[in-house]
């Protein structure tokens, strides 16, 4: 049973334009959603978390929205470089654990 | 500044042999984790410990023991490896984690093929 759910596997975007990654979650316990970015043979790197108090989350070039009715969550990048092309997990957070989604992979063009 | 370091890096075994992966943090966390990595499966939880002294079990822990040496230092122990434990392992820790929402700190992981 999938808790938390990264639908597109990938995602291809023009440098310079938005990204948006997506991801919904089950369980209306969680009450705090982090995103991660990996690079290949690298561990996972915390990039924006937010609390389920908020509805948005800024961070320079990354914003994350929370929409709890719906239980979804989006990352948007905007403008993409190239340095952002990796795999991006998102996670939620309840009790004294994390769970991860399955991630999206995210490539850049020029 | 090391954070988070995984010995080794990359291991091969054959079935049923045993196996330790090491893992230690310098940046004074109190609660330390395991994680397996598969294709289409995101991060799975094996067992966390929440403080020194103390560990329990995560999502899928069959087949896995840890110990949590000391603060620092939080291993996986593989007793008989199989095929089905062939996987990429990474550790992370966080400076709480019980109602805490620290973000977790990742090591660079260790690849693992049982064959």
């Known amino acids: 049973d999938q808790q938390v759910k990264q639908n597109s596997p990938s995602l291809s975007v023009q440098e310079g334009r938005i990204s948006i990654l997506n991801c919904d979650y089950t369980n209306s316990m969680f009450d705090y959603f982090l995103w991660y970015k990996k690079y290949p043979a690298e561990g996972p790197t915390f990039l924006i978390s937010i609390s389920s108090i908020k509805d948005k989350n800024e961070d320079g070039r990354f914003t994350v929205f929370l929409n709890k009715s719906a239980k979804h969550l989006s990352l948007h990048i905007v403008p993409s470089q190239p340095g952002d092309s990796a795999v991006y997990f998102c996670?939620?957070?309840?009790?004294?654990?994390?769970?991860f989604g399955q991630g999206t992979r995210l490539t850049i063009n020029p | 500044n090391a954070g988070v370091t995984q010995t080794p890096k990359f291991q091969v075994l054959k079935t049923g042999q045993s196996m330790t992966l090491q893992c230690a943090q310098d940046m004074n966390h109190n609660s330390m984790y395991w994680y397996r990595q598969d294709p289409g499966m995101g991060l799975r939880l094996i067992y966390y410990?929440?403080?020194?002294?103390?560990?329990d079990k995560g999502e899928v822990p069959n087949g896995y023991n840890v110990s949590r040496l000391n603060k620092r230092e939080f291993s996986l122990r593989l007793e008989s490896a199989a095929p089905s434990q062939t996987s990429v392992y990474f550790c992370?820790?966080?400076?709480?984690?019980?109602?805490?929402?620290?973000?977790?700190?990742f090591g660079d992981g260790t690849r693992l093929s049982i064959l």
């Open positions: 992370a820790s966080s400076l709480q984690g019980k109602g805490s929402n620290q973000p977790q700190h």
């Open positions: 996670a939620a957070s309840g009790w004294e654990k994390l769970v």
């Open positions: 410990s929440a403080s020194e002294g103390t560990t």
